[in-house]
């Protein structure tokens, strides 16, 4: 009997190491194919499956799919697409089945975050109600590191070192400059909901020496006279001052701070960034010299500094994923555990869908200072192993030698479809 | 008789490289200490001198100097202070020739843009009218890249580096989410009156692939019609758009863009961030959604990205700087000239301080198209060897092991300076 085909689909916000799950799905299930069909890869993430767009990724080389694990975003592409609850658009759900079934694919694997593994839940209970059988697995990843049950999640390790480093980095020169010049300076990071990335920045100082660093958490509400006073201290003790903020703290009225005022000529509100709202507060009530960088899509991209852990940890993933299907697991996701901080060891465990989906993980009150402006050394403890290592690309005339798939669809089967 | 020491100061906005031409400069001096005593730094740049805060760096362990190699930013503190013409403050330079005396220092090395090579220019020219025997040499440094004469200034090629691999990598990003959501990117450089570091980001693209980017450089006015008419153009043949922007683009008043009408809540205007201004254009007139990047200080602190090529040439001037000044030049300043393309081959000269000071260098007419959005082969040819190569600082616990010199002042000899 012919294995059936595979179904493989990224979803959200891309990372730097969402391309190592991908390689491991793709490259496990090649090691199988007494067992495993071709893995069959939805152009732009769920969509390629309603539309029967569907990528052949048979037709990449061995040397193609290897390069997906240092080759940063979304290499099939991704979506922003959530699909709606199963009583309120049923036909999306029977679409994927139809799909599925035409291309006789009898393994569904979703890599995102905790949107897609509501959806990947959803698959899995469509299939069922259906009676179509099919194996539905979550893979896991996002930056904001905010999945339940699992240590961490693919991705975060690799922008958490990124800012981390480049905090570092802008820190030695604000310090170099302060005398004259520049006395503050502000990083503005993702993480609307959940403060991880925002604490990594914490990692740029050693706790001994954090003095100058500020952070502020979405976790935290923002609080002015506060901040002013410890960007003033910091100036006063240590010459300079270096702010990592998220993109996602709010005013104690509820209001992020990304939104709260600021118009341009015509009277129309100025969206987004945080860090000059910052740096205005900063020049208006303390008069310092300041600068601001706003990382955005750099920090998630940023495979040139890829954290070697956080890469083995997507590919173990996506290897699982596939391993954990072919033992006749369903509805699962793998996950990371860990089972040591020092040495740092973990392992792949897994865990049923329906415990991850839709649940967000904030950072813990006891991974935050009391003062609400630093980390602590439960926090250091945690994050210092997913940062470790160095998984440099390959790189060609000075710049990072990145895979371009051919990404060839396979011939439609079906009508249209039309929700 | 005992050799003269030697002041060595940084100057101007640090780089990912400057370090790297402290290192070539000490070390230099520490093999021939029959001819020349101990380097002396200046506490923050110049005004180490000034107020005689000199840093012994004979204090400090041979591995501690080598480490200068690979730390970024201005490890004795740099400063932006320029000092006023001989004929309106000739009491600084009175100050700096006293201090030097008070110290037996006979080499005076200057690392700093176009600013700071006609300071040791003056520098020179004082220390012939007060009969002191000086060697004044500048040691070219800048991301600007605008200096006249060298081929290159070292900190460009690093920058360049970081920034077209960020963008490539955050161009990805947005091609894998341009289906469902961000179609355009803009990413805000430095380089505010000549564009090198925005043609870098030309790079960030093979020639034929470049369809997708927009370039706006300082040296072409900005004009919002073609430019929204591009993006409107890009986004429908290639499903996304990515904008590099020089932080210095004006419009055709002559007004910068960055500066033009943002207002916050009390009327105040709001500085900086011509990426956020361009994103806002893009929303009203097209309605597209976007993401914006400003890199500010990472771009030229980024030391885990630095070129190869550009950490030799940095070491190269600094050990060049001492060389001449013990064959006897003065009044110089060592340059990178170019011997050939591909195989890129250099070697450093030497061009007297009168010719580089206070003199800038725009890209080239021929380096941009006739668009004005884009990079030419010749620009590529040119840009191309400067990013070449990785030169990776070591790393501790996932983040590079920066070096924090002790740097421990010289007991002071004079009152203090009151201008």
Redesign the interface.
Same mark, same amino acid.
Request: hydrophobic residues 35%.
């Given at each position: 009997m012919k294995p059936r085909h595979a179904f493989y689909a !990224?979803s959200g916000?891309?990372t &730097?190491v969402i391309n190592a799950s991908a390689c491991g799905v793709i490259e496990t299930a090649r090691a199988h194919p007494d067992r495993m069909g071709t893995v069959y890869a939805g152009l732009?993430?769920i969509?390629g499956a309603l539309h029967e767009d569907l990528i052949d990724t048979g037709k990449e080389s061995t040397e193609a799919i290897r390069a997906l694990r240092h080759?940063? =975003? #979304?290499?099939? #592409? +991704? $979506?922003?697409?959530k699909l709606k609850g199963l009583d309120e658009n049923r036909a999306e759900y029977q679409r994927l089945i139809d799909v599925f079934r035409a291309h006789d694919i009898g393994y569904f694997f979703y890599n995102g975050g905790g949107d897609s593994q509501d959806t990947a839940h959803k698959v899995a209970q469509m299939g069922a109600q259906m009676d179509y059988p099919l194996v539905a697995i979550g893979i896991p990843k996002t930056v904001d590191n905010d999945l339940p049950v699992t240590d961490c999640c693919p991705g975060f390790g690799s922008a958490a070192?990124y800012l $981390?480093?480049?905090l570092?980095? &802008?820190a030695? %020169?604000? =310090?170099?400059?302060a005398?004259? +010049?520049t006395r503050v300076?502000i990083?503005e990071v993702m993480g609307r909901h959940a403060g991880w990335l925002t604490a990594a920045c914490g990692?740029?100082f050693e706790a001994a020496e954090a003095g100058p660093l500020i952070l502020l958490f979405p976790e935290r509400t923002f609080e002015p006279h506060a901040f002013l006073q410890r960007v003033r201290q910091n100036v006063s003790q240590h010459g300079y001052c270096v702010v990592a903020v998220s993109e996602g703290i709010r005013s104690a009225d509820g209001k992020f701070l990304a939104e709260? #005022?600021?118009? %341009?000529?015509f009277g129309?509100a !100025?969206?987004? #960034?945080v &860090?000059?709202r910052l =740096? !205005?507060l900063i020049? @208006?009530e303390l008069g310092f010299k300041y600068?601001? $960088?706003? =990382? @955005?899509?750099?920090q998630?991209? &940023?495979?040139?500094?890829a954290?070697k852990t956080d890469v083995r940890q997507a590919y173990a993933v996506g290897r699982a994923a596939v391993r954990f299907a072919l033992e006749g697991y369903n509805s699962i996701m793998p996950v990371i555990r860990r089972k040591s901080d020092e040495p740092y060891r973990w392992r792949v465990g897994k865990v049923s869908l329906g415990q991850v989906a839709n649940q967000e993980r904030p950072v813990p009150a006891d991974y935050i200072s009391s003062d609400g402006f630093a980390i602590t050394d439960a926090a250091r403890t945690y994050l210092?192993p997913l940062?470790?290592?160095?998984d440099?690309p390959p790189?060609r005339?000075?710049?990072?030698d990145?895979v371009r798939l051919k990404n060839l669809l396979v011939a439609r089967r079906l009508p249209p479809f039309t929700s």
């Open positions: !990224q916000g891309v &730097a732009n993430g969509l080759t940063p =975003a #979304g290499a099939f #592409g +991704s $979506a922003r697409y070192k $981390a480093t480049s570092r980095e &802008a030695c %020169d604000v =310090a170099s400059m005398r004259t +010049s300076f990083l990692l740029a709260s #005022g600021l118009r %341009d000529a129309h !100025q969206l987004g #960034g &860090a000059p =740096a !205005q020049r @208006d600068h601001w $960088a706003v =990382a @955005d899509y750099l998630r991209s &940023a495979r040139h500094l954290s210092r940062i470790e290592g160095e440099y790189y005339s000075g710049l990072p990145y």
